[in-house]
Every structure is written in C-alpha cells, then in structure tokens.
C-alpha cells in the first residue's frame, strides 16, 4: 500500500532509510523544522538548516521517489530566547515560496512558558499574513493536555484562523478529541517511548474515526523508526480494518490536509 509519512526528520536519517521507505512504498514526506539536539546560537544557523531543507533534501528523496515537503520555523524549545526567534522569525519570508514548503511548523509549546507561548502567536502571526497553512507541536507526557489546551485556546482567540488549515500534531488518547472537536486536523506520532505505538494508535482509531486524522513517524535522530507507518498498516491489517479504512489515514488524508498549499502538486507523486 502506498503511505506518506506526514512528520518525519530526514536531515537526521541516513541515505539508507529511504531506501528502505521506498521499498515499503512511502512516496511522500514532509519535513518540520526542529531542534537539532542542540541549542543552536545564532540566526545564521537556521538560515542554513532552511536552504537545507528547501534545497537540498529535496534532491536526497527524489534519488528514491519521494516527493520531500518541509514546514519553517523555530521550534519551541528554542522558542525559550525570544530574540533569537524573532531574528529566526524575520528569516522565513525568504523561504515561503520554494516549491516545497507547506506553511509554518512544527511550531507550539514545549513546558508551556510565556516566551514559548510569545514565539507561538507570532508565528501564527506570520502565517496568517502569508497565508500558510500550520503544523503543531504539543508537549511531551504530562504537559500534553495543559499545553494542547494552552495552544486551541490561543488559536480560538484568533479570528483569522480557519481550523482546517491547521494540524495538531503528536495527540494521544487524552488530547485527540480536544482537536477534531474543535475542527482541527490532527496527527498521532509512532515513537516508541513518549508518543504512540502502532496499537495505541488503532486504539485511538476505533474511538473517534478515519476523519481529519493522520499517522507519522516523526524519525530523528533519537529512538524512533523511519517504517513506523507500514507497522501501524499492519496492525490495522490485523484488526480487520478495510483497505479503504487504512488508505484514508495514511494516504488520502495527509493529501487532503496538504492539498489547501499552494505548493502541493499531486502529479509530483511517483505512483
């Protein structure tokens, strides 16, 4: 079956892993701005990290047939120094129309702190006068629900924002609704420590439904799985899910999430 990986870091896997992606029949990713395990001191860096992810990955995935997005940012754990972000901040205009960006992220809150929460609302800032769709980040364990609520509430108090532009990713079972309720889309993350296992992830999907609701791996340079979509295909498999149950969260969804870019071009697949 044919799967895109909707939240996977690329820069951090190697050359072999989308090979192994391909063969698996991933024929699309797209690629958030994120911490690279380090605190990075200065502006220029990201400028670099962002020609990175717009110039060259790009050509890395293609080798294998896979058609690489990315989303710009400062994450929100570096979004604690307020000026660097703004600097960072002032950078991404630049990069919005390459022909693979879709929009702002992964930004959001990481221990849910007013600067965190200052870098937040200016990238939204930002998006919403670029018209840019966004890409979320909620915090790990037990900030999850504190910072999923901190973030919809911010978001609310924003009337310019249209909740179908925006995915909340890294839900779990106490956050999901908190999303689709208040008409976002949402991505559940396959990591096999502080996010979701392929059976959690089926789990959440008997209870709220295939609807604005996607799967990723969210592989970097920690313990994580470049394949953990085809494992949670083949636990859906082992449930008895249809073929079309299962396409529409690891295929049609993502596309229908992406397709509100102006850069998505469904014929750049390699189908």
């Known amino acids: ?18 090979h192994r992606m391909a063969q698996s029949q991933c ?4 690629e958030p701005a994120f911490w690279a395990g380090f605190d990075r001191g200065s502006a220029i860096a990201f400028h670099d990290y962002f020609r990175q992810l717009t110039e060259y990955e790009p050509k890395r995935a293609q080798q294998y047939f896979i058609q690489h997005y990315c989303w710009l940012c400062i994450n929100a754990k570096e979004a604690e120094n307020v000026s660097l972000s703004r600097e960072v901040i002032s950078l991404i205009p630049e990069f919005l129309n390459r022909p693979n960006v879709l929009g702002i992220g992964e930004i959001g809150l990481n221990k849910n702190t007013k600067n965190e929460a200052i870098i937040f609302q200016e990238h939204v800032d930002l998006a919403m006068k670029t018209n840019e769709l966004i890409l979320i980040h909620t915090p790990h364990l037990e900030d999850k629900y504190k910072g999923t609520r901190m973030i919809i509430d911010m978001l609310q108090g924003d009337k310019r ?18 999303a689709i309720d208040n008409g976002f889309w949402c991505g559940m993350t396959l990591y096999p420590t502080t996010k979701c296992t392929p059976a959690r992830a089926a789990d959440i999907i008997e209870m709220v439904g295939t609807e604005k609701i996607m799967v990723n791996s969210a592989g970097d340079w920690g313990k994580s ?3 953990a979509v085809p494992e949670f295909i083949m636990e859906m ?5 249809t073929e079309e149950e299962i396409k529409k969260v690891v295929y049609d969804n993502p596309i229908l999430f992406w397709q509100q870019s102006r850069h998505w071009n469904k014929d750049n697949l390699k189908i």
């Open 1 to 18: 079956m044919h799967y895109i990986d909707p939240h996977i870091h690329m820069i951090s896997r190697t050359t072999d892993d989308y």
């Open 27 to 30: 024929v699309a990713i797209s």
């Open 237 to 241: 498999k082992r449930r008895g899910r």
């Open 225 to 227: 799985d470049p394949l």
């Open 161 to 178: 924002i249209q909740p179908s532009r925006v995915c909340i990713d890294h839900v779990e079972e106490h956050t999901v609704r908190l």
